[in-house]
């Protein structure tokens, strides 16, 4: 199982970026998938999902109406397009799905992407 982000990087409040979270060694379209992040010094934080068959989306109140998850399951590939940036937007980014672990349910994340805002 592999999952990798990519898109990272710097942008102006009020910019935008688009992340991208290519998926390997499971049935993605399966499977739920999510974008959480990881602000300096604070804990993870949910911030996106989308059903396997990409027909249902789910934004936490601080991204609604910036930010759009979609997927291409013919590409097992996962996005975040962020419009509308601000600083606090500053995080780590993640892309993950639901697994089990010994039995338990858990989430399996990939290695993450920075994304910096600056105002």
């Known amino acids: 199982v592999q999952l990798v982000e990519s898109g990272g990087g710097l942008a102006h409040d009020g910019g935008s970026l688009t992340l991208s979270c290519a998926a390997s060694?499971?049935?993605?379209?399966?499977?739920?998938m999510h974008w959480a992040r990881q602000a300096p010094g604070k804990g993870l934080e949910w911030v996106a999902g989308?059903?396997?068959?990409?027909?249902?989306?789910r934004l936490a109140d601080s991204v609604k109406g910036r930010f759009t998850i979609s997927r291409d399951n013919a590409k097992n590939m996962l996005y975040l397009q962020m419009n509308s940036l601000k600083p606090e937007d500053t995080a780590v980014y993640y892309c993950?799905?639901?697994?089990?672990?010994?039995?338990?349910?858990?989430?399996?994340w990939g290695q993450g992407t920075q994304v910096t805002v600056s105002s």
């Open positions: 060694g499971f049935t993605f379209s399966n499977y739920a």
């Open positions: 989308i059903v396997g068959d990409g027909t249902n989306t």
């Open positions: 993950g799905f639901p697994t089990t672990e010994r039995g338990s349910p858990t989430m399996t």
